[in-house]
């Protein structure tokens, strides 16, 4: 692949995040009446991860951890958000974050592909330290 058609995959991509600011969340943004969108909770989420890693009880690496909640919630372009009260969306919850994960992964080059979707898959898991630690700024981030 040549620098051209690369950097247009990338473009395509960049430009599908864009879609992020139209998922809205259940949180409310502080002193507005309006909800959080999904590009405002992942940027909160990387600068938590930056500022909070210190309390971590595990050593984590940082700029992992930003790079895993900055993509964690991309599928939700395609699948939406599930909220963790919605116990009939959280059925095909899985299923449908695959497939927007292979579509919107997809756009990228391949080895940008795999490593989007590895952190996406990671974060999924809750295996790592790192996930653990993105999981949790991830669960009190909407109660700040």
């Known amino acids: 692949m040549d620098i051209s058609e690369r950097l247009e995959k990338q473009i395509k991509f960049m430009l599908e995040l864009d879609k992020l600011k139209n998922i809205y969340r259940q949180s409310y943004v502080l002193n507005e009446d309006r909800k959080e969108n999904?590009?405002?909770?992942?940027?909160?989420?990387?600068v938590m991860a930056f500022l909070?890693?210190?309390?971590?009880n595990k050593p984590v690496d940082v700029l992992h951890v930003m790079k895993m909640v900055l993509v964690h919630d991309v599928v939700e372009i395609d699948a939406g958000?599930?909220?963790?009260?919605?116990?009939?969306?959280?059925?095909?919850?899985?299923?449908?974050?695959?497939?927007?994960?292979?579509?919107?992964f997809g756009i990228l080059p391949d080895d940008q592909r795999e490593e989007f979707y590895s952190l996406w898959r990671e974060f999924e898991d809750c295996q790592t330290d790192d996930a653990k630690f993105a999981a949790l700024l991830d669960r009190i981030q909407p109660m700040l």
Do not use: F, M, P
């Not at 999904?38 to 990387?46: G, K, M, N």
């Open 38 to 46: 999904d590009s405002e909770h992942s940027w909160h989420l990387a």
């Open 52 to 56: 909070l890693a210190e309390y971590s």
């Open 81 to 104: 958000d599930t909220y963790c009260y919605d116990t009939e969306g959280y059925k095909s919850k899985a299923e449908r974050e695959e497939k927007a994960a292979q579509r919107i």
